[in-house]
Every structure is written in structure tokens, then in C-alpha cells.
DNA sequence: TTCAATAACTGACCATGGTCATTATTAATC
DNA sequence: GATTAATAATGACCATGGTCAGTTATTGAA
């Protein structure tokens, strides 16, 4: 029989308490205007508390996020349409995650705003997903490798790399407000993947 | 004759004085480091000044960095080496961004995290800079496209947006700590561009 | 059950970014 | 030059993120 301990339940309670009133604020009145005291208050908690279980106040916010960012993968992934080409299976994917981001909110825009760069144990979960969804996207390509799609000489993790950074410019003009997230999926990036499958350079002959 | 008249006078003065100590301080000590009175007290100048210039810190800091970025890419731009292929122009121009981000230091660092969504005015002459910086790049493909090494139906500056997602994905590797600013430039944004220019589509036949 | 060792929690406290009513300076008008 | 209007500068003040010495809860051994 599993003894988790009263230790290691309470600790759970507790973050599970503080993830969600941390989420609800920050969703509800976005980051910024969001106290860590209230944050505490609402959790039931000290402050100080708060400070055990995420160094600083954005860790609170990867926290949060982390869920709905591995949930979101989750499912585009296992939705993603099995027969048609990469660039659609690809901005299925996306168009998965920039509707959450949407969803989300002032609290998203916060999120993409300090991915880079952020450090702290949730944003290395959030990192450890970053690096599997690469590794996912990788999958895509390989799949349309077999298909004859696309060359056998890519290396399909650098295509996904090359891949994820078009993804995230579409985020950052989104960010700027240089466009909505309809635009950022549709002109922006399916044009950005269309230019990355097709290559820039003149066909040999 | 012009006249400059006190108030504007006074205003440089004072303009230039902050931007000095700001980089200053921020260069030796960090950002985070640097608080807000000692600029203050360095540019001899009262706290509450320093906001009539920048609506807060981080404002000051893009304050600093514009000059830097400006001449770093005037620079790079005009020793671009001519007789050599697009991709090798491009390495040399990013090869000179990444190294002023490096001489920089932490403050380089703390730039780079919060361009995403920043905003001020100058954060605004920021952007500026980058969006003339993006034309810029649309002209080194144009060129490459009248020399034919570029497929001609490409349009330059969506290239040029695909080319500055892989350059901001090389600083961001960088940030992460997932590679030294050299390995951002060799292998990893290297490479990149290599599969942007090739594409990843099969040849039809 | 008792008791010491350890881990978790608390909230008063601190430093700092940013504000704004007040004061000082420059410009405009007569 | 005197007076008024407009703009700029000031620094005491506030709210907040984050700290940490002191307290409480849990565990394991005797």
C-alpha cells in the first residue's frame, strides 16, 4: 500500500490550492494586476508560502500554464489530420496552441512575453515540454519523410527547430499587436512554413 | 540661425546624462542589480525624472540599447562581404549582432528577454529599428534574387521575416543557456538558414 | 508515549519601482 | 521689466515582490 505521508499530501494540497487561485486571478484580472498577498489570501496561505513552491511570481504563472500548454499538445497532436501534407498537420498543431493562447487571455500574452530566457523549476517543466513538443513536431516531419515528402537528406529535428522558430515569430507579432491571432496563423505563419517546405533557392538543373 | 532654445537644451542635457549612467550601470552591475535611484543619483538628476524620459526601467534600457543596435547593424550591413553567396552575407550580419549582444553582457541579456511585447517609447524606436532592420534584409535577398541565386518568386521581405525568426531562435538557444553565443551563430543559426535556403519540400520531377 | 530532529509554514519587514501634489524654470504677453 | 501661462523637475510617499528569523507540524527513534 502507497504511504504518501501527511508531508507529501499536504504539500500537494497546498499546490494544487495555489495553482488554482493563482490561475483564476491571473485570468481573471491578468498578471500584473495580480498581488502575490492575494494570491496567498485566496489560497489560504502565508505569503511567504507562496515563495516555497515558486521563487518568484512568474514561476506562479508557469505553473499554471504549464497544464494547459501540455494539454493543448496533447491534443493537437492526436488530432492532427493523418492525411494531408505537413504544412497542414503543422498548422493544425498551431492553430491549436494560438487559440489557448487566446483563450488565455492577458494571462497568455504574459506567458509568451517572459518565455525567454525565465528560469525556476516550473519554467523548466515548461522547458522539458518545449523540448518534447520539438520532439514531436520532429515525428511530423519524419512521417512526411516516409512519405516522400520532404527530402531524406533534412535532419528532421533541424526542421523542426526551423519549424518552431516561424511558430514563435507568429506569437511575437501577435505580441507587438502587429496582428491578430487569426492573422498570425494565417498570413503570417502558413505563409512563413509555405516559404520554409518550398526553400529559398533557385533550383539547380 | 537655429534656436535650440533652453527647454530642449536642458532636455538633451538631461536626456544624455541619464542615457550615460543608465548604460553605465547597467553595464557593470546588470539590470536587475541596478536600481532606479542610483541612475538617478549618477545622472544628477531627481527619481522622479528619470520617468519623464522612460515610463519605467525596462524603457530605459531599450534607451541604451537603440544606440548600440543602430550602429551595430549600419556597420554590419555596410561590411557585408560582396562577392560571396546570401547566406554567408546573412551569417556576417547576425555574426556582428550576436557579438555586440555578448559584448554587452548581462544587459544584453535582459534586452533580448524583453523585446517580446515590450512597450514605450523606446521600446517603440526599438522596433523601428528592427522593422528597418527587416527591410534591410529584404534587400540582401533582392539582390541575391538578381544574381539568381534566389528563386524568383519569393517575396524578399517574407523571406526576410523567415530569415529573423531563425536569428531571434539562435538568440533565444543563447538565452537558455542551450548554447554559447558561438554555437548560436555556427551551428545552430548556420544551419538554419542552410534549411531555409533549401527548403524542405522532395523535387518534383 | 516522549522527545529530538527535521521540514514546512508564517507574517512582519525591507528594498525598490513607480506616482503625483508641489515647487521651480522657461516661454509668452503686455 | 513685470505678470501670467505652460512646462519641467522634485522627492516624500505608496504598493508590491520577495526575505527570513521565529514558530508550528511531522517524522522516526528510544
Redesign the interface.
Same mark, same amino acid.
Given at each position: 500500500m502507497s504511504t504518501p505521508g501527511k508531508r507529501e499530501k499536504n504539500r500537494r494540497d497546498k499546490q494544487q490550492r495555489i495553482t488554482t487561485a493563482a490561475g483564476a486571478l491571473f485570468a481573471s484580472k491578468g498578471v500584473e494586476a495580480t498581488s502575490t498577498s492575494e494570491i496567498a489570501r485566496r489560497a489560504g496561505v502565508a505569503k511567504g508560502t507562496l515563495f516555497l513552491y515558486a521563487p518568484n511570481k512568474i514561476d506562479l504563472l508557469f505553473m499554471v500554464m504549464h497544464d494547459r500548454l501540455e494539454q493543448t499538445v496533447d491534443a493537437a497532436i492526436a488530432s492532427a489530420p493523418k492525411r494531408k501534407g505537413?504544412n497542414a498537420r503543422l498548422l493544425h498543431v498551431f492553430k491549436a496552441l494560438y487559440a489557448m493562447y487566446e483563450r488565455s487571455g492577458s494571462m497568455g500574452?504574459e506567458f509568451?512575453?517572459s518565455?525567454?530566457?525565465a528560469s525556476g523549476p516550473n519554467a523548466e517543466r515548461v522547458?522539458a515540454l518545449t523540448f518534447a513538443f520539438l520532439h514531436r513536431l520532429a515525428g511530423l516531419?519524419l512521417e512526411?519523410q516516409h512519405a516522400?515528402?520532404?527530402?531524406?537528406d533534412?535532419v528532421p529535428m533541424?526542421?523542426a527547430?526551423?519549424v518552431?522558430? !516561424?511558430y #514563435?515569430?507568429g506569437l511575437?507579432a501577435w505580441?507587438?499587436g502587429f496582428a491578430t491571432i487569426e492573422q498570425a496563423l494565417d498570413p503570417?505563419l502558413s505563409?512563413?512554413l509555405e !516559404?520554409? #517546405?518550398?526553400?529559398?533557392?533557385?533550383?539547380k538543373r
Open positions: 505537413l500574452r509568451v512575453r518565455l525567454p530566457g522547458n516531419v512526411a516522400g515528402e520532404v527530402r531524406a533534412v533541424e526542421a527547430q526551423n518552431f522558430a !516561424l #514563435f515569430a511575437m505580441l507587438q503570417i505563409r512563413s !516559404l520554409q #517546405f518550398r526553400g529559398l533557392g533557385a533550383t
